[in-house]
């Protein structure tokens, strides 16, 4: 089974709209055809500057696809501050971040709201990123498999069959993001080989379509070794995706 490498840019809170354009432009300019071809270059920027994204590699044809840090479940409604699937699946949004660790740690998100956000953006035929991943004490306990594939579990409540194949999931230490600290390549593989594990109980077959991405510190230096694992089939990049320099250095991991 091969699946298509997909690397994608994690801005979190950095980047207005007008550094968006440059840093997007730069990448461009680095990247080939080749790497287009290669693998899925994503680039999951703030909601403020998506729309401007979207006119920038519509008007220049860059194949940088866009992607959401979040989103709410409903349509539309009494949401003040929300952002529904329905207006990111307008802005040819192609993936939307669910469940990230620092959205369930600082924002109080619960298992239940991020199988409900991984639902409706299945629905508007957008592809969740949904993340999972275990904290210090977690891992220090030997609770790492028992935490993600209760994490999975809960995310694919109800997801089965081609939605589940178009989903992505992110396996992402909670120790090792923003830290300089990462897994192992062995590690890193060993735990998403437990969570593929998990997936074929819940989806059966389908899990072996699903693309499950490493992230946590994942820089220029460590990407290919990453990437050599056979079960992990790209990276979710925070600090590193940046700068497009060094965000062209992890995309082009081949060379
Ligand atoms: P860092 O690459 O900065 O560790 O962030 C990882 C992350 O949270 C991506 O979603």
């Given amino acids: 089974m091969t699946r298509r490498p997909i690397i994608a840019a994690n ?8 550094v968006a354009i440059q840093v997007v432009q730069k990448l461009s300019y680095r990247l ?10 994503v680039i999951c920027a703030p ?3 998506l729309r401007t994204l979207q006119t920038l590699t ?3 044809r860059i194949p940088i696809l866009l992607g959401a840090q979040n989103c709410h479940w409903q349509d539309r409604g009494a949401f003040t501050g929300e952002v529904s699937p329905v207006m990111l699946a307008k802005l040819n949004i192609r993936y939307v971040i669910v469940g990230h660790s ?9 298992d239940d709201m991020v199988n409900r956000k991984a639902k409706a953006v299945l629905h508007h035929e957008m592809t969740p990123i949904v ?5 210090l004490e977690e891992r220090d306990r030997g609770d790492t498999e028992t935490r993600v594939t209760d994490q999975i579990a809960a995310a694919f409540a109800g997801i089965r069959g081609a939605d589940a194949e178009r989903c992505v999931v992110a396996y992402e230490p909670i120790w090792a993001i923003g830290t300089g600290r990462n897994a192992t390549p062995d590690d890193a593989n060993a735990t998403i080989a437990t969570i593929r594990a998990a997936l074929r109980r819940l989806v059966s077959d389908a899990a072996d379509d699903i693309r499950i991405q490493y992230g946590g510190s994942v820089k220029p230096g460590n990407i290919a070794e990453l990437m050599r694992m056979s079960d992990i089939d790209g990276a979710l990049v925070g600090g590193a ?6 965000f062209a250095r992890i995309v082009q991991y081949r060379r």
């Fill in 11 to 18: 801005w979190k809170m950095h980047h207005d709209h007008l």
């Fill in 32 to 41: 080939e055809r080749d790497d287009y071809e290669a693998c899925d270059v």
């Fill in 47 to 49: 909601f403020t500057d």
């Fill in 58 to 60: 519509e008007a220049d």
């Fill in 102 to 110: 620092e959205r369930r740690q600082l924002f109080d998100e619960t």
């Fill in 131 to 135: 993340c999972v991943g275990e904290t």
């Fill in 241 to 246: 995706s940046l700068d497009p320099d060094e």
